[in-house]
């Protein structure tokens, strides 16, 4: 009945967000960053880039600080959630409120003292210092236990019987039941690692340690931007995101059909 | 899990723990017995003039074989996040960069060191005696004058001879800006563009007679009816003559875009602007910048030393190397990067050789008739309260006057608790 | 559960609320040892401790610091100055201070429905969808991934007052468009649209991850039963999805109150600066631009109460209507 309306406004809404990215490709094509009519595109800007800043070994900090990042969440915020949800211990509720209040706290005014405990820790300057803040995320932790806790419990009471400890009962049964939740948690988890740029400002020092968006920031003086360079660097800095997006999005699915649960 | 497997899992971890917490070349405390290494803070020379930097450290490191120097950049818009955290944490660099706006923060403030110590065997004849005071406070020398740059009004030849109207002159006042603004904007033309904020508004009091400050320095003076002519100077040309707020629409380098498209006839802006111009396809010039009163605005940059280093006679001689050595000025000169702020200007002499524009002695007349810029402790506040009345008036929100009486208020409180 | 129940205790309840336990695990319960119990605990420390101690490590030290830090008058660079709570007192005089909580207020409540209706139509179209999904997904993400950069850029442009496309839209309709992100009263709803605009790929991504949760073969079965799609929907889908919708819910108003790029883009330095200037805005300002670090901590303190209030409202409030099945 309505199918064709129903894809005539989805491609509509599909354009309209295809938009800004659409501009922001145009403009990395374009010299001065500026699309003028006829199109005259180059893709000038994309060698320079190369050259402004050692492209390779910071897209490679990235990809690594991205990745340890977000196996790490990944890990300790399922962990916290099947706690949270499957375990019974004095004051849960409140504990859980405390991980929720890590969230509160604007990032613009922690950093100046997280930076001073850094210092005193001497970290500084190292990837341990830029990776600590990042391990656990009371944001995955919430939204895994939503998932968990959606998880019937006859499942793992039917493993419990079994003889399966509490670890294996995570692993084993729960882990897999979540996994469109945990491939979506992936998503978030890589975007924010590989997006951030406040605490990696200040805790890095080294130029070889510099993350892509550091490297992209640098491209700005202070009176005048090649747009052109600027724009074809975010051009390439999304590219990574969507393909995890693309990956955890097609694992969302397959692992929907393959467990025949839902 | 076999031992073997535990074992060497167990090994990964320790390296990759080990690895994650190397220090980076920048911090890393590398320097051999008898040698100091300074750490050197800069952001005026990303992105474009690292390399520039880079000959100007090589040539120290071979005059001075006792010294090296790590250079750590950031982009203007991030370096002061960056240096006040360090400052905190006490992890400053041994020196670093500061622009006039914020040298007294930091001096009133306690981060610089005194270079009283270094430079009282030293001859600082070198460096123009104004730029070298601007830096002093209190009687004792914070930091070394580095480099300037001075705004002047920049115009395209081919519109005024198109329009039949004669070049801006050094003699030009602001009607007579004005009146050619309006002649020249026309279709696709834009006459003038001259931003509404703090920097053009307390050049454009001075160059109509006004101060900021009283005489005490401390009480706001700008509400007065020069401060009033100033704004309302400004406030003539959005919309009019030139693009509106609305119309730019927060576009990246609008107006550097308009100019170098060839449809904005004047320009308000500064000398770093020369070297993006080089190849564009019609005539343009500079002149020192149109009023009755000539002032104009030059931005300075200093080189400071952090209070808490350990290296500060090492950290001195960088500096003097720097700011005032023969490489650092013709380095300087010849890549247009800002330009050296020394007393005799022969050692720069190269600079005002070079074209277009054709009249880049204007940059002289320009500092001859240089204008203090007012700064205080609470600096930024200072030019977010200004730039915000001159936006009340600009959107008709509020009169003119009462707008800047309002600001006035707002700086007095800041003046007082600062 | 009675109504005295401390707000964080009714967290757990709909999990909690009367599940047979299978017998062997009540006799296990019935002859607890000291042994088992630590045991237990052991099991509990294990599970939680990887994420409670770098929390506790690099979040809570970090926020008792900047409350240490809210009592002084400091500017980073200098030495700090013991004010007490001279720096709360200060903020209950400044009118900027409270203008920017209550546009944060307003922020959020013109985002929240937005965001959320729009995210569960992408969600529930493209669940029926089968031909083409995973590239309307992907669209549909882009402006997630997409730099605030050039999205404000963009809206500043769509909702330009003079020669926007939106106003000229207006125009045709016979509407005079208003100032937008030029005009006080208009920018704020302008950084709601952008925002909601760039956050529906999210809101979606979750719901998505929720609806996968709903089974095929209830919904057969009501449609056998004759039920209509609204139907369908208000009695099937909708409870299935609120444990997502709860959990949007409390993340886009934890972020809500934090919102700070968009604004930072789309108005600072712009002529309604003043006048949609949010919490987080000025909490930056103060930070690193005007060294007035004890000011910027004393609001964040504040702000930071506001909304762990809002949380727990929330967190009492969903057993009245999230179902955890």
Redesign the interface.
């Known amino acids: 009945m309505g199918?064709r309306l129903?894809?005539a406004?989805?491609v509509v809404?599909?354009l309209?967000?295809?938009?800004?990215?659409g501009?922001?490709l145009l403009s990395s094509l374009s010299d001065?960053?500026?699309p003028g009519w006829p199109l005259d595109p180059s893709l000038g800007a994309y060698g320079d880039l190369l050259r402004?800043i050692p492209f390779w070994r910071v897209l490679l900090n990235s990809v690594v600080v991205a990745a340890v990042s977000t196996g790490l969440q990944v890990?300790?915020?399922s962990?916290?959630a099947?706690?949270?949800?499957r375990?019974d211990?004095p004051l849960?509720?409140?504990?859980?409120?405390?991980?929720?209040?890590?969230?509160?706290?604007?990032m613009?005014?922690?950093?100046?003292?997280?930076?001073?405990?850094?210092?005193t820790f001497d970290?500084?300057?190292?990837?341990?210092g830029l990776?600590?803040?990042t391990?656990?995320?009371?944001?995955g932790?919430?939204?895994l236990r939503?998932?968990v806790?959606?998880v019937?419990?006859e499942l793992d009471?039917a493993a419990?019987?079994d003889g399966a400890?509490?670890?294996r009962v995570?692993a084993s049964v729960v882990l897999p039941l979540i996994r469109?939740?945990l491939?979506?948690f992936t998503?978030?988890a890589f975007?924010a690692s590989w997006n951030a740029f406040?605490w990696p400002?200040?805790i890095?020092?080294?130029?070889?340690?510099m993350t892509l968006p550091l490297g992209l920031?640098?491209?700005?003086?202070?009176?005048?931007?090649r747009?052109d360079v600027v724009?074809a660097g975010?051009v390439v800095?999304?590219l990574p995101?969507?393909v995890v997006?693309?990956l955890a999005?097609?694992h969302?699915?397959a692992s929907?059909a393959r467990t025949g649960l839902? | 899990m076999s031992r073997g497997l535990k074992a060497l899992s167990a090994f990964a971890l320790v390296a990759v723990l080990a690895a994650g917490c190397a220090k980076g070349s920048a911090t890393r405390e590398s320097a051999p017995e008898g040698t100091s290494n300074i750490k050197y803070f800069t952001f005026s020379a990303a992105p474009d003039h690292l390399a520039d930097l880079d000959k100007i450290v090589k040539a120290f490191e071979a005059a001075n074989p006792s010294i090296t120097v790590t250079v750590e950049t950031a982009p203007f818009t991030d370096y002061f996040t960056k240096l006040q955290t360090a400052i905190a944490g006490q992890t400053a660099p041994d020196a670093f960069e500061l622009n006039y706006e914020n040298f007294v923060s930091y001096a009133d403030a306690g981060a610089l060191r005194d270079l009283g110590d270094q430079t009282a065997g030293d001859d600082l004849s070198a460096y123009a005696p104004r730029s070298l005071q601007t830096f002093g406070r209190n009687g004792k020398q914070y930091a070394l004058p580095e480099s300037y740059s001075a705004v002047l009004l920049f115009y395209n030849k081919d519109l005024f001879d198109k329009a039949k109207l004669a070049y801006p002159t050094a003699d030009w006042t602001w009607d007579d800006e004005l009146a050619a603004a309006r002649k020249l904007t026309g279709g696709e033309v834009y006459g003038d563009f001259q931003p509404v904020q703090f920097f053009e508004f307390y050049k454009a009091l001075a160059q109509a007679g006004g101060s900021f400050f009283g005489p005490d320095g401390k009480q706001a003076a700008f509400n007065g009816p020069q401060g009033v002519a100033a704004a309302e100077f400004l406030l003539a040309k959005p919309g009019k003559v030139m693009p509106t707020v609305a119309q730019i629409g927060g576009t990246p380098d609008y107006d550097t875009n308009l100019f170098k498209k060839g449809r904005l006839a004047m320009w308000h802006n500064g000398v770093w602007q020369f070297a993006g111009l080089k190849d564009v396809p019609f005539g343009w010039d500079v002149v020192v910048e149109p009023a009755s009163t000539k002032a104009s605005a030059v931005f300075q940059n200093a080189v400071a030393v952090s209070a808490t280093t350990k290296n500060a006679a090492a950290a001195y001689k960088w500096l003097r190397f720097l700011t005032s050595s023969e490489v650092a000025a013709t380095t300087r000169v010849a890549s247009s990067w800002e330009l050296p702020p020394l007393a005799d200007a022969k050692a720069y002499a190269g600079y005002f050789e070079q074209t277009p524009p054709a009249n880049r002695k204007a940059v002289l007349d320009a500092v001859a008739s240089a204008t203090a810029e007012p700064v205080i402790a609470r600096q930024q506040e200072l030019q977010d309260i200004v730039t915000k009345a001159l936006e009340q008036a600009a959107a008709g929100k509020a009169p003119v006057q009462k707008a800047l009486d309002d600001a006035a208020a707002k700086v007095n409180e800041l003046t007082k608790s600062g | 559960m009675s109504e005295t129940t401390s707000p964080a205790r009714a967290l757990d309840e709909p999990a909690a609320a009367g599940r047979a336990r299978p017998a062997a695990a009540v006799r296990a319960a019935g002859r607890r040892t000291a042994g088992a119990r630590l045991r237990k605990a052991g099991t509990v420390v294990l599970f939680l401790a990887p994420s409670a101690v770098p929390l506790v490590l690099f979040t809570l030290v970090p926020m008792v610091g900047s409350l240490w830090v809210s009592l002084h008058e400091w500017n980073l660079i200098g030495a700090m100055r013991w004010v007490g709570l001279g720096n709360y007192a200060a903020l209950l005089r400044d009118g900027d201070a409270w203008r920017a909580l209550g546009n944060t207020v307003l922020y959020i409540a013109g985002y929240l429905p937005l965001v959320y209706v729009g995210g569960l139509g992408l969600a529930l179209a493209l669940n029926r969808v089968t031909r083409g999904r995973d590239l309307f997904r992907g669209v549909y993400f882009l402006p997630v991934v997409t730099s605030w950069v050039v999205v404000a850029l963009i809206w500043k442009w769509l909702l330009n007052p003079s020669e926007g496309i939106v106003n000229k839209i207006l125009a045709l309709l016979g509407i005079d468009g208003p100032g937008w992100w030029t005009s006080d009263t208009w920018a704020l709803p302008s950084v709601i649209i952008a925002s909601a605009w760039k956050d529906l790929g999210f809101v979606m991504v979750i719901l998505l991850a929720g609806l996968q949760a709903v089974p095929g073969d209830v919904l057969e079965a009501a449609r056998v039963d004759g039920a209509g799609a609204w139907r369908r929907f208000r009695h099937i889908v909708l409870p299935l999805l609120s444990p997502s919708t709860f959990f949007v819910l409390v993340i886009s108003c934890i972020s809500g109150f934090q919102v700070f790029d968009q604004v930072y883009v789309m108005t600072s330095g712009g002529p309604a600066a003043a006048a949609s200037e949010v919490a987080v805005e000025r909490v930056y300002d103060l930070t690193f631009r005007y060294g007035r670090v004890g000011d910027a901590s004393a609001l964040s303190w504040v702000l930071f109460l506001v909304i762990l209030l809002v949380t727990v409202v929330q967190v009492r409030l969903q057993r009245r209507w999230v179902d955890y099945g």
Do not use: C
């Open positions: 199918n129903l894809y406004a989805l809404a599909g309209v967000t295809l938009a800004p990215f501009w922001t001065g960053g500026v402004a890990l300790t915020s962990m916290a099947y706690g949270f949800a375990l211990f849960k509720d409140a504990v859980f409120v405390v991980y929720l209040a890590t969230l509160m706290v604007p613009q005014v922690l950093v100046v003292p997280l930076f001073i405990e850094m210092r970290l500084v300057d190292t990837y341990a990776l600590a803040p391990v656990a995320s009371a944001f932790v919430f939204f939503q998932a806790r959606q019937p419990r009471e419990v019987m400890g509490h670890v995570f469109p939740a491939a979506t998503i978030f975007m406040l400002l200040v890095l020092r080294s130029p070889e340690f920031a640098t491209l700005q003086g202070q009176f005048t931007t747009w724009m975010s800095s999304v995101i969507l997006y693309v999005q097609r969302v699915i929907v839902k």
